[in-house]
């Protein structure tokens, strides 16, 4: 017998003991042939909260044992592979307000894979696994009068996990989701003073979270607000049921704050134009902001800007710096709201740049635009693809726009 021959011979004697007569694999006896090797997870096995699919000892169930282009060896990515058990998370997610993580398919940011000490298979306890991506929550237990349920570590009591379709992923909107606790009584009737707000935004006033002021309230507080006299806006409080205003929304507030509407005749207004102008960024009664905004400036004007920019996160330039350090709030005649365009505006900032470098000022002419060259003619404020704001590559590109090559 040649020794190619007697070589196949051997190689199919093997098959067949390994695969049996009918040519079929033999199966393999899970989880024991893996914890051979994987052996730190047989006590992890017992844990009291572990994956369904791994107390049983399916390891095949997201695991490829062979080979894959996933790490870990999974059978698929983290996102398909936990949504082909857990449809009901696909749905939620699909929601109008997703929790990031869940969207993103990043389970495991959240949840053990295995198993874990907590619920859920939690990577940690929950209120200490919120605070881990949300940093104002110990901000927030900082504070003297605190939500029993924030205090509590009771995040999921008003907020869905993995998806909401109300603003927050709140499980219910305001002001369902208040009165599920709270109930409409006398108590409440007198806390104010007896008007009938159960339909209105409790947010407004109040701060789900933590405040510094009993009741919740928000900090900072509308003047006729905080001395309880509503009729300085209100003229209709004697009939049941109406908060009506006289005259519009903008009417009422321009009665005060009588310098923010000369902004109208401005060449360039912000927001100006419609009855409620002002309550698009102001809560007329309280706020944790300055100026009464609903919320801070940065998440207040994002709201409304850049919102078809391809990365609207890349517009977030100068980090800590609220919006009104360079633009004007309500109007000016600069096409994009700024103070300035003269260097003065970032020199505020920006004391030693370009000292001793390139020339500015009003004899200094951009041949491109013929306008004398300033800060802008080289730098942008918003979403620059180069360091230092720069729209263009310093090393040549930026340069021979106005410089001979």
Known sequence: MSAIIRFLYVICFSVLVVTGARGELNPVAEPGVCLECHGEFDELMKSKHAHTVFREGSCSGCHNPHATEHAGLL??????????????????????????????????????PHASTQPNQLVSPLLQLCIGCHGRVAQWLEKPIIHDPVEGGECLTCHGVHGSPNPGMTNEAVPGLCFSCHDVD?????????????????????????????????????????????????????????????????????????????????????????EDSCLHCHNPHASNTESLLKVTQVVLCMSCHFNDAEDKDAQLTHDGVDCTECHLPHGGDDPQLLKSREEELCADCHIE????????????????????????????LHGARFEKYLPLSPEMDLCIQCHDK
Not at 78 to 87: I, P, V
Not at 253 to 273: I, M, P, V, Y
Not at 354 to 372: E, N, W
């Open 75 to 112: 059978a698929e990515n983290d996102r398909e592979l936990c949504w082909g058990c857990h449809q009901d998370i696909k749905e939620v997610v699909g929601h109008s307000y997703p929790h990031v993580p869940a969207i993103n398919g990043d389970c495991v940011d959240c949840h053990d």
């Open 186 to 274: 006398a108590e409440f009737e007198a806390a104010h003073a007896g008007r009938p707000v159960q339909d209105s935004n409790c947010t407004a006033c109040h701060d789900p979270h933590s405040s510094t002021t009993d009741g919740l309230l928000r900090e900072n507080q509308h003047k006729p607000f905080a001395s309880g006299d509503c009729k300085k806006c209100h003229d209709n409080l004697e009939s049941e049921g109406s908060f009506a205003i006289s005259g519009s929304n903008q009417d009422a507030c321009l009665g005060c704050h009588r310098a923010t509407g000369s902004f109208r005749e401005k060449t360039n207004h912000h927001n100006l134009d419609s």
């Open 353 to 380: 740049e370009h000292k001793v470098s390139h020339p500015l000022g009003p004899d200094v002419i951009d041949p491109r635009t013929s306008q004398a060259v300033n800060c802008l003619s080289c730098h942008q």
